[in-house]
């Protein structure tokens, strides 16, 4: 499975924009850009994934390379309950297609 | 639809005892798939379904471990014997099988084996 790397963490403040990175130099053409985030004792959850152009929806965008070896969660504006990990998985288009995540990205959130 | 629902939320064994957690997916879904996470890491795949055929299995899936989903609906995961190092978050996912699509999860079943 092709891998990504993350920071180990990062801070934002409250209101203000975050930008989560994420590097993924060995993605192959059919690789889907997943990002998923997990709140304390919950399961994972969703948040957006694409595939070449950038993507936006009511949680988030997402930003890709254009030579797609790296990607960048952007959370317009932080909230405290957006304190999470973020994982950003590369899924395959075929058979499969299963979510292969790493460590993920703290994410903490300043009031 | 609920979404991905599992149960037990929270199960405590004695170590050697036998344990069974059941995953219901959304009904639409072809996929269902077994995580296991201990604290501070990210879920580990253990193995995945397309409707009731098992595709994959995970290295660490020992054959302590079984998992089925018999009429291509729910899907049980039973650790016999269960050891100390089996004590976890199981997770449950299901999804459509394509890769540009979502991944729904549970809410996960808290194992402590003691």
């Known amino acids: 499975d092709a891998k990504t790397t993350q920071p180990n963490s990062m801070e934002s403040n409250e209101e203000e924009p975050v930008h989560l990175p994420c590097n993924h130099s060995t993605i192959s053409g059919t690789d889907y850009i997943h990002w998923y985030r997990q709140l304390p004792s919950q399961g994972p959850e969703y948040v957006i994934h694409?595939?070449?152009s950038n993507v936006n929806n009511r949680m988030a965008s997402l930003a890709i390379a254009e030579d797609r070896k790296s990607s960048t969660l952007i959370l317009h504006r932080a909230t405290l309950r957006d304190a999470a990990v973020y994982y950003c998985i590369l899924r395959e288009t075929g058979a499969n297609s299963k979510l292969t995540f790493g460590k993920g990205i703290t994410l903490s959130v300043r009031p | 639809d609920t979404g991905v629902s599992q149960n037990p939320r929270h199960k405590i064994t004695k170590r050697g005892q036998n344990v069974t957690f059941r995953c219901d997916p959304i009904s639409e879904h072809n996929r269902l798939y077994w995580y296991r996470q201990t604290l501070g890491q990210g879920p580990e795949f253990l193995t995945y379904?397309?409707?009731?055929?098992?595709?994959?299995k995970s290295r660490l899936l020992s054959d302590r471990f079984s998992a089925e989903r018999p009429k291509g609906s729910f899907s049980t995961l039973e650790i016999q014997r269960t050891e100390q190092g089996d004590s976890a978050m199981y997770l449950c996912?299901?999804?459509?099988?394509?890769?540009?699509?979502?991944?729904?999860f549970g809410q996960g079943t808290r194992l402590t084996v003691v």
């Open positions: 996912a299901s999804s459509l099988a394509h890769g540009n699509t979502e991944a729904f």
């Open positions: 379904f397309q409707n009731e055929a098992q595709l994959e």
């Open positions: 694409g595939l070449t």
